[in-house]
C-alpha cells in the first residue's frame, strides 16, 4: 500500500512539473509570436508615429492651442481603439506670460479591463512637443516623419511620441493576436509637459483615491539611454532656479558721463555671480555640499560597468576636455552630486555694436541642480544668506533681491525594485544584454510627484538613443529603437506578471 501510495505521489509530481514546464514554453512561445507580429506591422507603427507628428502640438504657443485639443482626441480615439475606458481629467486655469489666463487642456486617464489576480502598471507620457521650425536649422520639416539612414526624423519622435506610442503597440501586438494581456494596465497622458506640467498636481491630488488606488508600478519612458547600449534609469537631478537682481539707478546712464563716480549694478552682478563656483566646478556656497547623501559602495559598483565613451561625448558637444578625468568620475559630477550653471543676464547690452551703457538694472540668472538629500527651501535659504553677504563685503549702495524661481526636488528609485527586476529581463530578451543602471542629471518633476504624492514605484524605462535630439534640431528615434522599444514594452508586461 506504501509502495502504491509512494508511485501515484511519483506519477502525479511528475505531472505537475511537467505541466509547469509545458506552461512556461507555452508562455514564452506566445510572447514571441506577439514579438514577430510587432516586426511584421511595423511599417504600419511608422506610419501611425507620422500621422502624429503631423500634429504641431507645440505646448508653449497659446496660439496652437487647436494642434493641442486634436493630438489629444486623436490620442483619445488610440486608446478606444485599443478598447480602453477613457476618462478626461480637468486640470484647472493657466496663467500665460501677458497676465491673462486660459484653461487647461485636460488629461488622459484610461484603463483596460481589469483582473485582480494582476498587477496594475499605469504608464504616463506626454504628447506635446517643442516648438521647431526649419528656421532653426532642420535639414527636413519638422511635422513630417522623414526616414533616413534607418533614423525617423520629426518633431516629438522620440521626445515623447514615439515612446507613447510603442506602449500602445505592444497592447495592440497582445490583442490582434488574441492573447490576454499579462497585467492590468492604465495610462495618465498630458499634453503640457513641455512648459512644466501645470495643473498635472491637482490631477494626480483628485484622483489619488480612484484613478491610482490600485496602481502597483508607475513606469515612464520620456527620458533616453546614455550610449548605444539600453538602459533603465533610477534616478534624476532635481533643480532650484534663481534670480538676482541689482538695481544702481533709475535709467541706463552714459558711461562717458558717470563712468568712474558711481557703483555699478553690472559690477556688482558680475562679482556676485563668480562668488558661486570656483574652477573645478565646486559649488562655494556653504552648506550645499554637505547635505548630499554620501556615496555608498553600493552604489560606486553600479558605474563602473556603465558604457559611456568620454572621448566620444566631448567631440559630440564640441567642447575641448571635462572637469573630471575618469567615466567613473565625470558620471557622479553628471547625476550624483549637485551643479550650479550661470545662464545669463537680462538688463545688460547683448546685441551687436558697441552701445557704452551703464544699466540701470541687472537681473543674473543661474540654477542648482540638486540630488538627495537636499531641500530646495534650505537651498534657497543658503543661497539668499551667502549672496547677501557678498554683498555686504562691497559696502555697495545698490539694492539687491534674490528669489527663487523653481523648486523641484530630486527624485530616485530603488533599483532593486521588482519592476526593475522585470526591466532587466526584458532587457535582456530583447537586446541580449544587461542593461546599464543610470541616472540623469536633469529634472523630470513628474517621477518625483508619482513617487511622494501618490507613494507609487516609479521607474524609467527609455527607448530613446543617447542621439536623438531631443528638444534639438534634427530630433529623430531610430526605427531600430523603435520597434525594439515596442518589443521590450511587450516584453516586461510578461516579466512583470512573472514576478
Excluded at 126 to 138: N, R
Aim: glycine content about 6%; some cysteine.
Amino acid at each position: 500500500m506504501v509502495q502504491f501510495a509512494f508511485i501515484v505521489t511519483v506519477l502525479i509530481s511528475g505531472t505537475v512539473m511537467a505541466s509547469a514546464e509545458e506552461s512556461v514554453v507555452h508562455s514564452a512561445t506566445l510572447l514571441d509570436q506577439v514579438l514577430q507580429h510587432i516586426d511584421n506591422h511595423q511599417d504600419e507603427f511608422v506610419q501611425t508615429l507620422s500621422d502624429w507628428i503631423a500634429i504641431q502640438s507645440d505646448s508653449s504657443n497659446s496660439q496652437l492651442r487647436g494642434e493641442i485639443n486634436q493630438m489629444l482626441d486623436i490620442t483619445v480615439q488610440k486608446l478606444k481603439q485599443i478598447g480602453a475606458m477613457v476618462e478626461l481629467a480637468d486640470a484647472g486655469s493657466y496663467q500665460l506670460p501677458n497676465g491673462s489666463s486660459e484653461t487647461l487642456p485636460q488629461v488622459i486617464l484610461a484603463e483596460l479591463k481589469k483582473d485582480p489576480n494582476k498587477p496594475t502598471v499605469c504608464i504616463y507620457g506626454h504628447v506635446d512637443v517643442q516648438p521647431a521650425s526649419m528656421s532653426d536649422g532642420w535639414a527636413t520639416y519638422p511635422y513630417n516623419l522623414t526616414e533616413l539612414n534607418g533614423n525617423l526624423y520629426g518633431r516629438g519622435a522620440t521626445d515623447n511620441k514615439g515612446p507613447v506610442l510603442a506602449w500602445l503597440h505592444a497592447v495592440e501586438a497582445y490583442q490582434a493576436l488574441n492573447q490576454e494581456l499579462p497585467v492590468n494596465i492604465k495610462f495618465i497622458i498630458e499634453a503640457m509637459e513641455e512648459v512644466g506640467s501645470p495643473g498635472l498636481d491637482q490631477v494626480l491630488t483628485m484622483k489619488r483615491d480612484t484613478f491610482f488606488s490600485d496602481v502597483d508600478y508607475i513606469v515612464i519612458s520620456d527620458n533616453i539611454w546614455l550610449s548605444r547600449k539600453p538602459a533603465l534609469t533610477y534616478g534624476t537631478r532635481g533643480n532650484c532656479y534663481f534670480l538676482v537682481e541689482v538695481e544702481s539707478s533709475k535709467r541706463d546712464l552714459h558711461s562717458g558721463v558717470f563712468g568712474g563716480a558711481v557703483h555699478e549694478a553690472m559690477t556688482d552682478l558680475i562679482a556676485l555671480l563668480g562668488s558661486l563656483v570656483d574652477a573645478s566646478g565646486r559649488i562655494l556656497i556653504p552648506g550645499i555640499n554637505e547635505c548630499v547623501t554620501p556615496l555608498t559602495e553600493e552604489e560606486k559598483e553600479l558605474y563602473k560597468n556603465i558604457e559611456f565613451d568620454i572621448e566620444a561625448h566631448i567631440k559630440n558637444i564640441g567642447a575641448k576636455r571635462f572637469l573630471q578625468d575618469t567615466k567613473e568620475n565625470v558620471l557622479l559630477h553628471l547625476w550624483r552630486y549637485p551643479s550650479l550653471s550661470i545662464h545669463g543676464i537680462e538688463g545688460a547690452f547683448s546685441s551687436s555694436g558697441t552701445k557704452t551703457v551703464i544699466p540701470a538694472k541687472v537681473i543674473g540668472k543661474f540654477s542648482i541642480r540638486q540630488v538627495p538629500d537636499m531641500d530646495p527651501l534650505v537651498v534657497e535659504k543658503q543661497v539668499t544668506e551667502y549672496l547677501n553677504k557678498i554683498f555686504a563685503e562691497r559696502n555697495s549702495p545698490n539694492t539687491l533681491k534674490v528669489s527663487m524661481v523653481i523648486g523641484v526636488k530630486p527624485w530616485v528609485a530603488d533599483p532593486s525594485d521588482p519592476q526593475y527586476t522585470a526591466g532587466r529581463r526584458a532587457v535582456k530578451k530583447v537586446f541580449n544584454v544587461e542593461p546599464d543602471m543610470i541616472r540623469e542629471g536633469s529634472t523630470i518633476p513628474i517621477a518625483n510627484a508619482f513617487q511622494n504624492a501618490l507613494k507609487k514605484r516609479v521607474m524609467m524605462l527609455p527607448i530613446g538613443g543617447f542621439d536623438d535630439g531631443e528638444h534639438s534640431q534634427n530630433e529623430k528615434i531610430s526605427r531600430y529603437n523603435y520597434i525594439q522599444g515596442t518589443k521590450l514594452f511587450a516584453t516586461y508586461f510578461h516579466e512583470l506578471s512573472k514576478l
